[in-house]
């Protein structure tokens, strides 16, 4: 059996940490209320069904660069998705971007249920859309400006289509 004092210790540990627990949980509900609730988004580019976004934090720079590309749907697809974030990768060096990896959303700005992914499709030429045209040049203007300094040689972007 429990000791009387014992048992009484315990059910006075609770009330007596009680205002300190209150405390850090309303400092902790401050902080996260000040908190942004989303990444830094920037918008790149749109047209007529989506608009595009980029969050400057998520490039990483070896051994392709990449960075996180948010797509958000002007209107709902056919299965309710109001938006995309997808991983694109480019390798500067032979002018080529691919689409790694994408997760479909029902919110917007990559917000709500996840609802499906999306495969890669291989590598592409940039110059076969503007926007992706937009995200190579993002994602090797630094990767170029190294090579520069390597190889003594300029790597530009493709031209873009009109």
Not at 44 to 62: R, S
Not at 90 to 117: F, I, P, Q, W, Y
């Amino acid at each position: 059996m429990m000791s009387t004092a014992f048992s009484a210790s315990l059910f006075e540990l609770p009330s007596r940490w009680l205002g300190h627990l209150l405390r850090l949980l309303l400092g902790v509900t401050a902080v996260c209320g000040v908190c942004p609730a989303h990444a830094e988004w920037r918008q790149i580019f749109e047209d007529d069904q989506y608009v595009y976004f980029v969050n400057d934090a998520t490039k990483v720079d070896k051994p392709r660069p990449r960075m996180r590309v948010l797509r958000s749907f002007r209107e709902p697809n056919m299965h309710g998705d109001q938006s995309a974030k997808l991983l694109y990768e480019a390798e500067c060096s032979s002018g080529r971007l691919r689409m790694m990896s994408g997760v479909l959303n029902k919110g917007t700005m990559a917000d709500g249920a996840v609802s499906g992914m999306i495969n890669s499709q291989g590598w592409v030429e940039p110059s076969s859309r503007p926007v992706l045209t937009l995200i190579y040049e993002l994602l090797c203007a630094s990767s170029a400006a190294e090579g520069d300094a390597q190889m003594g040689k300029r790597i530009s972007p493709p031209e873009t289509a009109q």
